[in-house]
């Protein structure tokens, strides 16, 4: 069966360091990946998603870039953290016909 | 473009009672639509999907959905009510002009169940 994994859980970080959150998938084989943040504990936003193995597509510009070095991996960095950095971010995985698939989420804040 | 509307920030409903959680949507072709819930501090959980056929769609933990296209409607229902259904939900839609196969999500609807 296909999983999720999302880390860390949760993060603090103070302004202007560095991020990197990982995502694997196990299971499948060429998945649809995503980044999205959720803030307030309400709507997502779609950050980034990659359909392949190096490729990426950013949704909105930011502060934060995103890769795929493997087929099943996914990364979402940041050179510098913002205050408004902070949120509840959600990788997923998907494929053509199927539903998305979520990881448990990072809750990171930045102070 | 694709877009969901939940019109309702928060629904409050009796144990036992029926429950509705509201979805409409605008898409360009036929919809491909889903349901999810979200517990504080979680990820998002699949309820269900419509992609065709009937329209009342059936779920999990007894969750069903009823696709009306004349209303372009995808309201999500559950005939009696648990205090652990209390969570966020979340109707989506799959954005069919773009690339990626991505979902586009709700605000969410803030379920309460109470005794």
């Known amino acids: 069966s296909q999983t999720i994994h999302q880390w860390p859980a949760t993060l603090v970080q103070p302004v202007g360091s560095p991020l990197s959150l990982e995502c694997t998938v196990e299971?499948?084989?060429?998945?649809?990946l995503y980044w999205y943040r959720q803030a307030a504990g309400r709507g997502l936003q779609l950050l980034f998603y990659s359909v392949g193995i190096g490729q990426i597509s950013s949704e909105v510009p930011q502060n934060l870039s995103a890769s795929r070095p493997q087929d099943r991996q996914f990364i979402l960095s940041s050179k510098k953290l913002l205050l408004s950095d902070s949120g509840f971010y959600l990788c997923a995985w998907k494929t053509q016909n199927t539903e998305a698939f979520f990881g448990q989420g990072t809750r990171l804040t930045v102070v | 473009a694709q877009s969901v509307a939940q019109p309702e920030d928060q629904v409050n409903v009796a144990e036992g009672n029926p429950l509705t959680v509201k979805c409409t949507y605008s898409?360009?072709?036929?919809?491909?639509l889903f349901w999810y819930v979200q517990y504080p501090n979680r990820g998002l959980q699949f309820l269900l999907k419509y992609i065709t056929g009937d329209n009342l769609v059936k779920g999990s933990y007894g969750f069903e959905a009823e696709f009306n296209k004349s209303q372009t409607s995808f309201h999500l229902k559950k005939p009696s009510a648990l205090v652990s259904d209390s969570a966020l939900y979340f109707c989506a839609v799959r954005d069919q002009e773009g690339g990626g196969n991505k979902l586009t999500f709700g605000t969410g609807t803030q379920l309460k169940v109470e005794l």
């Open positions: 898409v360009s072709g036929n919809p491909y």
């Open positions: 299971g499948t084989s060429n998945p649809n």
